[in-house]
């Protein structure tokens, strides 16, 4: 594998390759969507540049567009990540239900029921 030598070139098949295993995406499931073997998945990668149809095709099977896939950089993408992607502990809602509470509304529901059926046997009485 040979490393860039011009730092503002891009290698497109080294960015499919990187944007696969950020997505957790294994060759044989690319190539499988693709309709291709895992073979030729890894000789893509290898590519510098790759064909525009073929790109289009990898980043409709990537779901990203073309863009990410030409203008990729590791370093903005784990900025990115770290900027955007939180622990979210705030959105964590608690519900507190103390068991008192409730049983105290289950015993005000059945006086209720209560009163409620003896009203009803007076009025039947009546009749």
Known sequence: MSINPLPGKIHEGRNVKRLREILGIKQEVLADALGFNQQKISLLEQRENIDPAVLEEIAKAL??????????SEEATYNNIANNFHDNAYLINYQFNPI??????????????????ALLEKMVEKK
């Open 63 to 72: 779901k990203v567009p073309v863009e990410a896939i030409k203008n990729f």
């Open 100 to 117: 008192e509470k409730i049983v105290e509304l289950y015993e005000r529901l059945l006086e209720s029921e209560k009163a409620k059926v």
